[in-house]
Structures are given as structure tokens and as C-alpha cells.
């Protein structure tokens, strides 16, 4: 995996007291093998690290303080170029804007339909009517119903048709008619690229024009879905590329090689089967999930947003000093909570979104840890490991809760001191720096 090959390579740098010229070259030896790997055309990939190497010699990087952190993060920028740079918008000009989906079979197309329409309904105030051109599965028709009445919009199918290219066109008619200004047209996939598919999805297209044609692909699919890439855009030359499944262990490199295969921007990302599980894409973030950082950018944006200045100043200061305790974990919580939805939090720190991927993570998740601190004295809320089991149980009791919960709540809570003096150290000093420390 495209990942661990790059971590790999970045080790070199950081099994190294002291980066040099031969070791730069090395790390971007092993990054462009990285990228082979990951299906990247041999040129890009030989143009990618000439343009970090040329860069790092600009940039004088062996002469800074944190030479691997620099290059990892010319590494993040070049990729993050790569994958399109800036976000891809959606043209929604037409009058209705018409969007075709094509892909394969189980690629996520149906759910990705619903997704947008929701997304669109929801975020960008428009009404929009799904169309189901699937018509050789019964069962493919209901279930774009089942995703309309999910989210409140409605279904265009005509179950005694079985010439798409006439429902999309009728749907339309049925769209302009009512009010409708986005129709979504979903279509029929195969197994495998296959030329029946291929001219009936061109035949839709030329039929309808729509304003997008938007390309769905499984991103666990590695060097398959570059091949079905190339396949689609060559006949349709679509507009942009949906990565959808990115919920699960892949990091995204498929966005990497679909992206410098087909030179279409990725617009979005599907990221669970949920309706609301559909993120636009950020070529930056993804750059950085790529690399294994996690989505440590959202997350400090938000940080940033939410976080008192003056506040982190102190808490630094504590953990300097070594002393972090429950009152400030409990001040922590307090900011953590104003930056939003818990499980995208643990979704942006690297490394824990794996870690924590099976755990349920309820909205009020804090409630009981929040009860257990307030039964605590202030003074075992400044030295913690003076709370012996008999306090422990006084302290369940106190907040209803039971002894396990205090247990594992203490146990929290060293994790996270040790943590907290790990990112005092040189990798955290920035992470605390942007956040205002
Ligand atoms: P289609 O054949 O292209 O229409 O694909 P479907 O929309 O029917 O999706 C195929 C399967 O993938 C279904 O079981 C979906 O629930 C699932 N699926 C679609 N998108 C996602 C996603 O972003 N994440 C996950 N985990 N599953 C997805
Ligand atoms: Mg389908």
C-alpha cells in the first residue's frame, strides 16, 4: 500500500540524526518506486520527485532545523498538485442541471445518487428528482426508491421501459414540468467494462448532454479502477470522478493514480452508506491521508476556529511542567465539544481512526466522563494517582456510574498526559504552535 511504502520512505529520513544529500535522494528513490507502485505513470512520478528535489535544493532544506519535516511536507504539497490542487466544483448552470452517473456494477452509484441529491437538497437549496436507468434489475429500481424516500426526493423510474435513453429524456421533460433544477440520472453498470455498457451509457450521454458526467469508482479497487478510468473516459470524457468507499482501510491512493491517468478532478468522496456520508473532495486532505498524517489540517482548522489562545498558553505550560491534571482534561472537553461531532474529531487525528474504528462513539459521549471528574475531589483532580479503589468506588457511586468506567476513564487519562509530553517534543511543537500555544 501506497502509504506504508511512503512511510517507509520518510523513515530513512528519520532513521537519520542528520539529513544529507545522499539520503534526500534516497527517501525520493523510494517515494517515486512508492508512487510506481500505486500505479502512477512512470513520468509523473519521475516529474513528481524532480520537482521536490529541485525544490528541497531551492528551499535549502538540509540547512533547516526540521529538514524531514520540510521535505515531507514539499512531498505533501507536489501530491496535493497532483490530485488537481484546488476543490472541483459541480456546474450546476443548467436549466435543470442534468448529471449523468456511469461506473461500474457495485461501484456506489445508486447510493452515490442519493448521496448528491441530499447533499444538493440539503446544502445548495435545490430540488432535485433522481432517475432510475437501471433497467435490467427490478431490484435496482427499488432501490433508488428506497434512497428517495430516505431523504424526501423523488424517484423517476417507468418500470415498463427498458430503453434508458428514453427515461433519462422523459425524466427530464417530467423535471422541467415540475420544478425540478437538478436531475440525477442513474444508470446501469456490468461487472467489467464490456461494450454493450459502454454504448448504451454513450448513447444516454449524447441523448441528454448532461452538464455533469460524473464517474463513480470503488477507490479499494487499486489498479482496476485506473483501467476502468481510462475505459469510461475514453468514451464519455467525463467531467469528474467520485472515489467512493473511502471508509474503509484504503488511504486513497487510487485518487492518485485516477487523477494522473485520466486528468479529471475527483469532485467528491463517499465515505460510509449513510445519506450524509459524502465529503467534497480536498486534494490537499487527501494528499495528507496519503502520507498517513490523517486529516490533521481539518482538524487544526478547527482547533484554530474553536480554541482560546490563551488557554492552550496555559495548558502548555501544565504539561511542560508535568502539571496536566483532571480539571484541565476537563477544560479540554469543553473545547473539544465546541469543535463539533466527536467521531469526525477522532477521524482527523492520525492513527486513531483505525484504532477506534469499531468503537461506537455517542454524541454525549463526555456525559459520564464529564460526571465522574465532578466527583472527584480537587485535589485528586490535580495528582490522580492518589485515588486509591476504595475512593474509585465512591467516586462510581457519586457520579452513577460504575468502577470500570472510573478504571478506564484513569487509564484515558494517563494515554493521554503522555501523549500530550509526546507532542511537546519536536514532532507536536508545531501541531501546538498552529493551535495556538
Ligand atoms: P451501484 O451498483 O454502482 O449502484 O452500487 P450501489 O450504490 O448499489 O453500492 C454497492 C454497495 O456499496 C452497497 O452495499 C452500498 O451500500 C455500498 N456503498 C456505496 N458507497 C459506499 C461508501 O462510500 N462506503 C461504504 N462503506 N459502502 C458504500
Ligand atoms: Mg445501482
Same mark, same amino acid.
Request: aromatic share 4%; with cysteine.
Given at each position: 500500500?501506497?502509504?506504508?511504502?511512503?512511510? $517507509?520512505?520518510?523513515?530513512?529520513?528519520?532513521?537519520?540524526?542528520?539529513?544529507?544529500?545522499?539520503?534526500?535522494?534516497?527517501?525520493?528513490?523510494?517515494?517515486?518506486?512508492?508512487?510506481?507502485?500505486?500505479?502512477? !505513470?512512470?513520468?509523473?512520478?519521475?516529474?513528481?520527485?524532480?520537482? %521536490?528535489?529541485?525544490?528541497? #535544493? @531551492?528551499?535549502?532544506?538540509?540547512?533547516?532545523? &526540521?529538514?524531514?519535516?520540510?521535505?515531507?511536507?514539499?512531498?505533501?504539497?507536489?501530491?496535493?498538485?497532483?490530485?488537481?490542487?484546488?476543490?472541483?466544483?459541480? !456546474?450546476l448552470s443548467g436549466h435543470p442541471t442534468v448529471i449523468l452517473m456511469s461506473g461500474l456494477q457495485g461501484s456506489g452509484?445508486?447510493?452515490?445518487?442519493?448521496?448528491?441529491?441530499?447533499?444538493?437538497?440539503?446544502?445548495?437549496?435545490?430540488? /432535485?428528482?433522481?432517475?432510475?436507468?437501471?433497467?435490467?434489475? /427490478?431490484?435496482?429500481?427499488? &432501490?433508488?426508491?428506497?434512497?428517495?424516500?430516505? #431523504?424526501?426526493?423523488?424517484?423517476?423510474?417507468?418500470?415498463?421501459?427498458?430503453?434508458?435513453?428514453?427515461?433519462?429524456?422523459?425524466?427530464?421533460?417530467?423535471?422541467?414540468?415540475?420544478?425540478?433544477?437538478?436531475?440525477?440520472?442513474?444508470?446501469?453498470?456490468?461487472?467489467?467494462?464490456?461494450?454493450?455498457?459502454?454504448?448504451?451509457?454513450?448513447?444516454?450521454? $449524447?441523448?441528454?448532454?448532461?452538464?455533469?458526467?460524473?464517474? %463513480?469508482?470503488?477507490?479499494?479497487? @487499486?489498479?482496476?479502477?485506473?483501467?476502468?478510468?481510462?475505459?469510461? !473516459?475514453?468514451?464519455?470524457?467525463?467531467?469528474?470522478? #467520485?472515489?467512493?468507499?473511502?471508509? @474503509?482501510?484504503?488511504?486513497?491512493?487510487?485518487?492518485?493514480?485516477?487523477?494522473?491517468?485520466?486528468?479529471?478532478?475527483?469532485?467528491?468522496? @463517499?465515505?460510509?452508506?449513510?445519506?450524509?456520508?459524502?465529503?467534497?473532495?480536498? /486534494?490537499?486532505?487527501?494528499?495528507?491521508?496519503?502520507? +498517513?498524517?490523517?486529516?490533521?489540517?481539518?482538524?487544526?482548522?478547527?482547533?484554530?476556529?474553536?480554541?482560546?489562545?490563551?488557554?492552550?498558553?496555559?495548558?502548555?505550560?501544565?504539561?511542560?511542567?508535568?502539571?496536566?491534571?483532571?480539571?484541565?482534561?476537563?477544560?479540554?472537553? &469543553?473545547?473539544?465539544?465546541?469543535?463539533?461531532?466527536?467521531?469526525?474529531?477522532?477521524?482527523?487525528?492520525?492513527?486513531?481512526?483505525?484504532?477506534?474504528?469499531?468503537?461506537?462513539?455517542?454524541?454525549?459521549?463526555?456525559?459520564?466522563?464529564?460526571?465522574?471528574?465532578?466527583?472527584?475531589? /480537587?485535589?485528586?483532580?490535580?495528582?490522580?494517582?492518589?485515588?486509591?479503589?476504595?475512593?474509585?468506588?465512591?467516586?462510581? $457511586?457519586?457520579?452513577?456510574?460504575?468502577?470500570?468506567? %472510573?478504571?478506564?476513564?484513569?487509564?484515558?487519562?494517563?494515554?493521554?498526559?503522555?501523549?500530550? $509530553?509526546?507532542?511537546?517534543?519536536?514532532?507536536?511543537?508545531?501541531?501546538?504552535?498552529?493551535? +495556538?500555544?
Open positions: 500500500n501506497l502509504s506504508d511504502k511512503l512511510d $517507509k520512505a520518510f523513515h530513512i529520513l528519520k532513521g537519520h540524526g542528520k539529513i544529507t544529500e545522499v539520503n534526500v535522494a534516497e527517501t525520493l528513490k523510494e517515494v517515486r518506486r512508492a508512487l510506481l507502485d500505486a500505479d502512477v !505513470n512512470f513520468k509523473i512520478a519521475k516529474d513528481f520527485t524532480t520537482r %521536490v528535489k529541485d525544490k528541497a #535544493i @531551492g528551499q535549502n532544506v538540509l540547512t533547516t532545523l &526540521q529538514p524531514g519535516q520540510l521535505l515531507v511536507k514539499l512531498v505533501k504539497d507536489e501530491l496535493t498538485e497532483l490530485m488537481g490542487g484546488d476543490v472541483a466544483g459541480i !456546474n452509484k445508486t447510493t452515490f445518487s442519493g448521496k448528491l441529491a441530499h447533499y444538493l437538497k440539503t446544502k445548495k437549496n435545490k430540488k /432535485p428528482l433522481l432517475v432510475a436507468c437501471d433497467v435490467y434489475r /427490478p431490484a435496482a429500481i427499488d &432501490q433508488l426508491h428506497v434512497v428517495g424516500g430516505q #431523504i424526501g426526493v423523488e424517484v423517476y423510474s417507468e418500470r415498463d421501459n427498458n430503453n434508458p435513453v428514453s427515461i433519462a429524456e422523459n425524466a427530464i421533460k417530467h423535471a422541467k414540468s415540475n420544478g425540478f433544477n437538478v436531475v440525477i440520472v442513474d444508470t446501469a453498470g456490468r461487472l467489467a467494462v464490456d461494450e454493450e455498457m459502454m454504448n448504451e451509457i454513450a448513447n444516454v450521454h $449524447k441523448a441528454i448532454q448532461p452538464q455533469e458526467t460524473l464517474f %463513480v469508482v470503488d477507490s479499494m479497487t @487499486g489498479q482496476d479502477a485506473v483501467n476502468t478510468a481510462k475505459a469510461f !473516459n475514453d468514451r464519455l470524457d467525463f467531467d469528474g470522478v #467520485i472515489l467512493t468507499k473511502l471508509d @474503509g482501510d484504503t488511504r486513497g491512493g487510487a485518487a492518485l493514480s485516477i487523477k494522473s491517468v485520466v486528468n479529471k478532478p475527483i469532485k467528491f468522496v @463517499g465515505t460510509g452508506e449513510k445519506m450524509e456520508a459524502i465529503d467534497v473532495f480536498y /486534494p490537499s486532505r487527501m494528499a495528507e491521508r496519503i502520507l +498517513g498524517m490523517g486529516d490533521v489540517v481539518s482538524l487544526v482548522e478547527r482547533a484554530q476556529e474553536q480554541f482560546d489562545e490563551e488557554e492552550a498558553r496555559k495548558l502548555q505550560k501544565k504539561i511542560a511542567k508535568n502539571e496536566f491534571g483532571f480539571d484541565d482534561f476537563l477544560t479540554q472537553i &469543553q473545547q473539544v465539544k465546541k469543535m463539533g461531532n466527536m467521531k469526525d474529531l477522532v477521524g482527523m487525528i492520525p492513527g486513531a481512526s483505525k484504532a477506534m474504528k469499531d468503537v461506537e462513539i455517542e454524541d454525549d459521549a463526555f456525559k459520564h466522563i464529564e460526571a465522574i471528574i465532578h466527583s472527584m475531589t /480537587p485535589k485528586e483532580r490535580s495528582k490522580p494517582s492518589i485515588i486509591d479503589v476504595k475512593r474509585k468506588n465512591r467516586i462510581a $457511586k457519586g457520579s452513577g456510574t460504575k468502577i470500570e468506567q %472510573v478504571n478506564q476513564l484513569m487509564k484515558q487519562f494517563d494515554q493521554m498526559s503522555k501523549m500530550m $509530553k509526546m507532542m511537546q517534543g519536536p514532532g507536536g511543537k508545531n501541531l501546538m504552535k498552529m493551535m +495556538g500555544g
